[in-house]
């Protein structure tokens, strides 16, 4: 009878890990950076020459809200009524009263 006798394994590295300056010391390049939250971009624009001051600033969105007093306020005209329900973040649904378009907003630098 002949068995064979099963090979070793080879022994993996043992692996430590470290945290903070020493690892960075050790692989030869930076970590990432990590950069405080900086809050909500806000700025003052301008709609008909009228400052709204404090206003979000979102450069990403498809859509953008104004509530109906500042509307009235500001003196806008050319609402069109639609159709449409907002969800917003938490989930919840909006119904606007209408939508507004082409208006010109200036932001002050």
Known sequence: MCIKKPRRKPKDPSTIHMMGKL????????????????????AT???DGQPITNTL???GT??????KD????LGLHGLRRMPI??????????????VLEDIVITIES
Request: aromatic residues 6%.
């Open 23 to 42: 690892s960075e010391l050790i692989i030869a390049r930076p970590l990432l950076t990590e950069y405080n939250d900086l809050g909500n971009p806000t």
């Open 45 to 47: 624009v301008y709609i």
């Open 57 to 59: 600033i979102d450069l």
């Open 62 to 67: 498809t859509i953008n809200v104004m509530i």
């Open 85 to 98: 329900v907002l969800e917003l973040a938490d989930r919840s649904r909006v119904k606007p009263e209408g």
């Open 70 to 73: 500042l509307f009235t306020t």
